[in-house]
């Protein structure tokens, strides 16, 4: 539960890191995006995770009865 308290500045920050050892290099914009895509890949999942324990299913899991 701590995750949903972190800023999505506080994220980017971090993905600006990722980047950093090609600072001002051809490959630093595709390392700060491929961190950002896997950080909303696994938000994405926090997410998913928790709205099912919650009892909602939503689009992506048809309900079982």
Request: with cysteine; aromatic share 2%.
């Amino acid at each position: 539960m701590k995750r949903l308290r972190i800023p999505i500045g506080v994220i980017g920050l971090g993905c600006k890191l990722a980047g950093i050892e090609a600072r001002g290099g051809s490959m630093e914009p595709m390392l700060v995006s491929g961190c950002l895509a896997d950080q909303t890949k696994k938000r994405t999942e926090e997410l998913k995770d928790l709205t099912e324990g919650l009892g909602n299913r939503g689009p992506w899991k048809p309900r079982k009865e």
